[in-house]
């Protein structure tokens, strides 16, 4: 009983250092749980920029909103990783920052096919089929547009379906956003290939509050960049584009610059 309590102390003083030094080492996800469902905990912070015209993933509460002028038209429940935030490449964890939609897969696809490598295989599952958790019904691939993100598109990270739909709402992917097959086709139909898609480390609370904020970047993603995203199923991207920076500090950069 005493070493049991020994440890228990330990994994809680442990835990707690993780969330203090998660700020001073530029991690975002931090008090790891061992709670089933729910993994880790997620840090809110203030985002850095915000899409006016475009996606919001929300990690705190586990939604995706698609979001008009500044205003959400349409919102779902989403299932990211259950390993926690990060772009490290075998990390099976989902990327923060500024992306965009490269490319979607499965237009006219039935309800629960099943894709591999992005391709359809002819194979139909159901809802909550036993011991199945494959991609399934549509896939959208993402591409990361910040440095520390750019390596999404050959890690893999797409907003697909999931016939884990019992998972849907709490961590539980291996990287990827996973949606209910009748959302992720609704989100399809919503989107094209250019469209901003922003991973925020908060709920959609505080981007809310970040949407009405003047002084936070609004994400625009120039032709140039949109030209240059990887085309196709394949996982090669091509020649990269100049990455940029949303920062607050960044932006007060731009504009003194701009004044000159």
Known sequence: MEH?????????????LACLLTPLCGLTSCCVSGTPGNVYHVCEREPRAVVRNGVAVTLGDQKLSIFKEGKVVKSYDISTSKFGIGSRNGSNRTPLG???????????????MVFKRCRPT???????????????????????????????????IYIHGTPEERKIGRPASYGCIRMRSRDVIDLFNRVERGTPVAIESCSLGTYLAAEKDASVSSIKIPDRVVASLPKGTGYKPVKRA????????????????SRR
Do not use: W
């Open 4 to 16: 049991s309590c020994t440890s228990r102390i330990r994994h809680i003083k442990l835990s707690l």
């Open 98 to 112: 500024v992306h965009a939609v490269s490319n979607k897969v499965g237009d006219g696809q039935p309800v629960g």
């Open 122 to 156: 002819g194979e139909v599952v159901d809802v909550d089929a036993a011991g199945r958790d494959p991609v399934v019904t549509r896939v959208i691939q993402l591409s990361g547009l910040e440095n520390f993100n750019g390596n999404t598109h050959r890690r893999r």
């Open 242 to 257: 100049k990455r940029r920076s949303y920062s607050r500090s960044s932006r007060t950069r731009r504009m003194a610059s």
